[in-house]
């Protein structure tokens, strides 16, 4: 069997499963956050009554990380009605903007959307923070009130996106009925060249098979060239198989998975028993692809969808009005050093906005160095927009107040994960992705550039 469908065969007490098949599926972990965690909760009340309980507590992670940092009375509400589920149903996992648990959450505006304004638990996005907090482990069923939940399958588990219906089914029952995915391989070998990131392996992908490639398709990466990669590589190019379609994305484990996993858990005090799945030389797949690393170039994904690729150095006429690098996709330690690397020393011909997944990594920017400066100073002093307020921010728009939100029409190379018209805020915006090494070279251009330039030969 494929690896999804052993880690679906052995959830649903299966010997074998088979692609098309239906099953019922016993879940390890639900993560909901401040969009679809009211509606979930309202339809969990519903259908179990207002008195019920979860299943079982310490299986529901909840991260509020969309519509934070932001003076929208109904968005901080959400994080309010949050609150108080976690309370009533006494959840462990429960990573709120404040530290009162009586209280309620206000952002406030006065002091700017730059400056820290939230306590010692918070998670920023769940997608990064959920890994941090030891959330994920091979081999068990994560399931997500997001798309980009398939983030997860980074670490060999089973990770996809459901509706709030279907979550707060989960909430009371524990379980959820899933068809059993075709699985789609893509097999990597080489390793990435000079200038080019596991973002640009993602956006190759899916213009090759295009943004409805993978629909309802597990996408497993696997082959020596997975060695290679970094654990946050891998989750970038899990999170983005969403954008070809795909139900979820799944890699085998490796001491790198295993070592991850074990010290996030250690550090955060869960429970770090597991059993990784392993690739089956006898699985059948619905197709197979070979992905060579060393070949691939600098790659920008043009508007309106991800699989609109282009080589960056063939876009090089297309001026920008704003760079910008975060979310799940561009957010991480990793995006943020490649962004340094750049821009060391360089000013931004255009405005820049930058903003961290999560408050570890906000940390580490203050801490890690580049030639005797912390990568924060770099990047301030390269003219970049920072804040320390770790969300999604504008990756999807959200309020006016958002920091980053494109507000007008506009052309803006971003690090995140889609570029259909409006998602970043004004409909008439053109939103073209791009590596965070993309990203930043064309911040210092004021045109879509290939990072090569930038990077010593």
Known sequence: MTLTETLLARASGKTRVSPGENIWVNVDILLTHDICGPGTIGVFHREFGKSARVWDPRKIVIIPDHYIFTSDSQSNRNVDLLREFARVQRLP????????????????ASRGPLARQYGSRYGGVCHTAAPERGHVRPGEIFLGTDSHTCTAGAFNLFA????????GF????????????????????????KG?????????????IGFDGATYCAMQFDGPGVASLSIEDRMTIANM???????????????????????????NGTHAEFEPVEVDPDAHYLAEHIIDLSELEPTVAQPPNPGNRELAQRLSTVRIDRAYLGSCTGGKISDFLAFAEILNGKKVAVETFAVPATPNVVSELHFLQIDGKSV??????????????????????????????????????????????????????????ASPYTVAASALTGRITDPREFLPS
């Open 376 to 433: 924060w100073e770099i990047l301030l002093s390269a003219g970049v927009r920072l804040t320390e307020n770790a969300s999604c921010a504008a990756c999807l728009g959200g309020p006016m107040d958002t920091f980053g939100r494109i507000d007008r029409p506009m052309v803006c190379i971003s690090a995140t994960n889609r570029n259909f018209p409006g998602r970043m805020g004004h409909k008439e915006s053109k939103v073209y992705l």
């Open 170 to 193: 989960v909430l009371g029952a524990g379980k959820l009925l899933l068809k059993v995915p075709p699985t789609i391989r893509f097999r990597l070998e080489g390793r990435l060249p």
């Open 160 to 167: 996809t996106g459901i509706g709030n219906t279907d979550a």
């Open 93 to 108: 996992y429960f990573y709120d903007v404040i530290d009162d648990p009586e209280g309620h959450w206000r952002f406030d």
């Open 241 to 267: 198989a969403i954008e070809a379609g795909g139900k979820n994305g799944v890699f085998p484990a490796d001491e790198k998975t295993l070592a991850f996993v074990r010290e996030s858990c250690r550090r």
């Open 196 to 208: 080019v990131m596991a973002k640009d392996v993602i956006l190759d992908i899916i213009g090759q």
